[in-house]
């Protein structure tokens, strides 16, 4: 018979009652806001398989499970991995405290999406594209442009960029400061920005209705942007312009076009809020086409023999 959730005197909780609790218990552990926020928004979520409010059953719990993340069987490997992480974390903590028998993720078999590595980038061209179909005489065109040029600018996170306010950017500097409280390694970056950038930043910020908060990015109604509404905005510009681009694509594009322009990689370490080294290396990794480009323009062989030299020409010599 499936177990019933209970506390160790006996007494049966609901989902929500261990929500609460783990909510609780991570605030007591200093979590970052925004993390906070993630959690919320996949119990959200997954409160669409289950009804939060009845007696724990585990059976049922696992179903729910099965059908939650089957419904993000086709989603990218880090929109998969989120929701699963975060559920897997607070199903071990459930266990961990006697509320739950098993972990229904661990039971079940259930694997995190293997993301092979490939850096996914956007081509010079096609960022072109990108931006000349958006419509910057309105307020939602002008920040996802914002947005955009801030990505490519600085290889800034989206749930960094989210986080910011009009206060993080220095217009006279031309800097933008990532606080630490919303930086994923949790330190503080502060990172330079171009003029063009600044000046579509300041754009934004005339056009902000001053009765919304001092964040930097909104929705049209005035919250604060998620990356779900940015995947559905740069979904909807993909259309238009017959190509794929998500949000991490464009800081993938940011680092490998800073390293094609000259940037040291200790640099982009720091832009990227690398904690490992290891990690920025990976961008060296070139294209093949890179490679064949910069093998055409930089072969030592290219100072000795002519390019025009033709394979019967150099047959006759070794023959006479």
Same mark, same amino acid.
């Given at each position: 018979?499936?177990?019933?959730?209970?506390?160790?005197?006996?007494?049966?909780?609901?989902?929500?009652?261990?929500?609460?609790?783990?909510?609780?218990?991570?605030?007591?552990?200093?979590?970052?806001?925004?993390?906070?926020?993630?959690?919320? /928004?996949?119990?959200?979520?997954?409160?669409?398989?289950?009804?939060?409010?009845?007696?724990?059953?585990?059976?049922?719990?696992?179903?729910?499970?099965?059908?939650?993340?089957?419904?993000?069987?086709?989603?990218?490997?880090?929109? /998969?991995?989120?929701?699963?992480?975060?559920?897997?974390?607070?199903?071990?903590?459930?266990?961990?405290?006697?509320?739950?028998?098993?972990?229904?993720?661990?039971?079940?078999?259930?694997?995190?999406?293997?993301? &092979?590595?490939?850096?996914?980038?956007?081509?010079?061209?096609?960022?072109?594209?990108?931006?000349?179909?958006?419509?910057?005489?309105?307020?939602?065109?002008?920040?996802?442009?914002?947005?955009?040029?801030?990505?490519?600018?600085?290889?800034?996170?989206?749930? &960094?960029?989210?986080?910011?306010?009009?206060?993080?950017?220095?217009?006279?500097?031309?800097?933008?400061?990532?606080?630490? &409280?919303?930086?994923?390694?949790?330190?503080?970056?502060?990172?330079?920005?171009?003029?063009?950038?600044?000046?579509?930043?300041?754009?934004?910020?005339?056009?902000?209705?001053?009765?919304?908060?001092?964040?930097?990015?909104?929705?049209? &109604?005035?919250?604060?942007?998620?990356?779900?509404?940015?995947?559905?905005?740069?979904?909807?510009?993909?259309?238009?312009?017959?190509?794929?681009?998500?949000?991490?694509?464009?800081?993938?594009?940011?680092?490998?076009?800073?390293?094609?322009?000259?940037?040291?990689?200790?640099?982009?370490?720091?832009?990227?809020?690398?904690?490992?080294?290891?990690?920025?290396?990976?961008?060296?990794?070139?294209?093949?086409?890179?490679?064949?480009?910069?093998?055409?323009?930089?072969?030592?062989?290219?100072?000795?023999?002519?390019?025009?030299?033709?394979?019967?020409?150099?047959?006759?010599?070794?023959?006479?």
């Amino acid at each position: 018979m499936p177990r019933k959730g209970k506390t160790k005197n006996g007494n049966t909780l609901s989902l929500k009652d261990l929500i609460d609790l783990f909510i609780d218990f991570k605030q007591a552990e200093g979590l970052r806001e925004r993390t906070l926020q993630d959690y919320f /928004y996949t119990f959200k979520e997954f409160s669409k398989y289950i009804d939060f409010h009845k007696q724990i059953d585990e059976h049922a719990l696992k179903l729910a499970v099965i059908e939650f993340l089957k419904s993000k069987a086709n989603k990218q490997p880090a929109t /998969y991995n989120r929701p699963y992480s975060n559920l897997h974390t607070f199903f071990e903590w459930c266990k961990r405290n006697s509320f739950l028998s098993e972990n229904p993720i661990k039971v079940l078999g259930l694997k995190k999406k293997r993301d &092979e590595g490939k850096l996914r980038h956007v081509e010079e061209n096609t960022i072109k594209k990108l931006l000349s179909v958006i419509d910057v005489k309105t307020y939602a065109g002008l920040r996802d442009y914002a947005l955009i040029l801030l990505t490519l600018d600085t290889g800034i996170r989206p749930k &960094e960029a989210f986080a910011l306010t009009f206060e993080d950017i220095d217009f006279e500097r031309l800097t933008v400061t990532i606080r630490k &409280e919303y930086s994923k390694t949790n330190k503080e970056r502060i990172l330079p920005l171009s003029p063009q950038t600044a000046q579509t930043l300041k754009a934004l910020l005339e056009v902000t209705p001053k009765d919304w908060n001092n964040r930097v990015f909104h929705t049209v &109604e005035g919250n604060e942007m998620t990356i779900n509404r940015w995947e559905k905005r740069l979904s909807e510009y993909s259309k238009k312009i017959g190509c794929k681009i998500t949000p991490y694509q464009l800081r993938h594009t940011f680092a490998i076009m800073f390293l094609r322009n000259g940037g040291n990689v200790f640099a982009l370490q720091y832009e990227m809020g690398h904690q490992d080294i290891s990690t920025t290396k990976r961008y060296l990794q070139l294209t093949q086409q890179d490679i064949r480009q910069q093998h055409t323009l930089a072969s030592p062989v290219n100072n000795f023999v002519k390019r025009t030299t033709k394979v019967k020409r150099l047959i006759s010599l070794i023959k006479s």
